[in-house]
RNA sequence: UGAGCAAGCUGAACGGUCGCGGGGGCGCUAUGCGUCAAUGAGGAAAGUCCGAGCUCCACAGGACAGGGUGCCGGGUAACUCCCGGUGAAGGCGACUUUAAGGAAAGUGCAACAGAAAUAAACCGCCAACUAAGGUUGGUAAGGGUGGAAAGGCGGUGUAAGAGACCACCGCUCGGAAGGAGACUUCCGAGGCUCUGUAAACCCCACCCGGUGCAACAUCGAAAGGAUUCCGCAAGGAGGGUUUGUCCGACCUAUAUCCGAAAGAUGGCUGGAGCCGUGCAGAAAUGUACGGCGUAGAUAGAUGACCGUUUUAAAUGACAGAACUCGGCUUACAGGCUUGCUCAAAAA
RNA sequence: GGAGAAAUACUCAAGUAGGCCGAAGAGGCGCCCCUGCUAAGGGCGUAGGUCGGGUAACCGGCGCGAGAGUUCGAAUCUCUCUUUCUCCG
């Protein structure tokens, strides 16, 4: 599967909320879980806090980035919701991807 | 040189590697996959404050209610917008601001203060009477209150005063000239009778039907619901649809209609379009010719790294299309251009 | 994306045909009664934010989301902005 998934539905991010692991630093949230399907999905929140439009798309864009390159290092398949704190707003891209690459090693999904 | 005023432009460019959206070409085992070269956020995309297109409701009709606009002329599809002018206010000036009709159509309101607030005698001034205290009358020049005090200022006049009278200014009316008009200028007359507020109700003139792409149409369509009464019929009552209300209009018996959540397709981008040149015009703008093809997503596409150039700075201000246009308003690092004003210095 | 509503003291709020309005009322707060003590209950009462002045009592200015405007005068009328909330498939 070449292009990254992406989790839509409410349901399946409160399932995460409610039932997934979670792990934490000071510009993001990672929740997650192990799924059934055959790929991986990602989903990912900023708020309304966090900025404007211009703001919460550059954050997203670089949450994307960020796992767009580690994707092919999942060994297992998972769902995982990346939520941005309101530091974010300043984080450049280094920041970004530095934090979630430690969340993941942190979580387990990423040796 | 300093300070300032006005108008306008701009809001980095190019290349490489990986990656994303929709569309196109080509290939293959063809509702898919691969590959190729293009293309892909703004001046405000924002606020949603106006005006339209377009959608459905009747082809948008009538009355009332409600709302909007408000000096004049022009522009525009239209406007609460734009351009030019008039008046008023502010600034030494360039220039700026201006919801700028009507207060002798009517109603309301004007707290406190003050003698008195649309109507006048508290103090004062003057006269008469009185032994005096004071009483009666005249008087709006002076005092004080107030946002506002009975046209202003100077003189004549008078017991003291007063448009009572006079000059100038203001106001109203009439006439003449100029102008397309708002209005301006001049002349004459009149009486000072007439406070403010219409972003209070209101009057006058003009304009506005509702609904907003989450509209709306098509596909799909479960549970369930609706299709009433009188009459042979025409029609009537009732019910439903449309608006804030009423009228009016339309629908109302055998197979059609309605129908939650969730979904697919269309609407969805070629349009009052953009650029250049000429012409008309004082300008807004109009018009002729030539050229361009310039986002269309549906949890929502532009990012990461590196290099080069320009630069004072490129790690970049305000900021992300959601049916589409025309404006307005608000936010904004800076940079550039043009015209003009004041002050100082020099000539 | 579109349509609409609201903002007043620490909280909930009344006040909107402009003027004795800077704030009614309630919670809260303080004091008293009741009790061995407390809670509950009852009674009474004040100030309210901020800046300046004053030893203090108190006095003055500005404050009704923010900024302009109309008016002699604005919580109230008009415009612009900010924030919060609701509805529309």
Not at 9 to 22: P, V
Not at 43 to 56: D, E, H, L, N, S
């Amino acid at each position: 599967m070449k292009n990254t998934l992406s989790i839509k539905l409410n349901r399946d991010f409160r399932r995460l909320y409610y039932k997934g692991g979670c792990v934490g630093s000071d510009i993001l949230v990672v929740y997650y879980k192990k799924t059934s399907l055959p790929y991986s999905r990602l989903g990912i929140t900023v708020g309304k806090k966090i900025g404007g439009a211009v703001v919460r798309n550059r954050v997203k864009r670089l949450i994307r980035e960020s796992y767009r390159l580690i994707e092919s290092e999942i060994s297992f398949k998972y769902d995982i919701v990346v939520v941005a704190r309101s530091k974010c707003a300043e984080a450049d891209y280094k920041a970004v991807s530095g934090s979630l690459k430690r969340l993941l090693k942190k979580s387990g999904i990423l040796n």
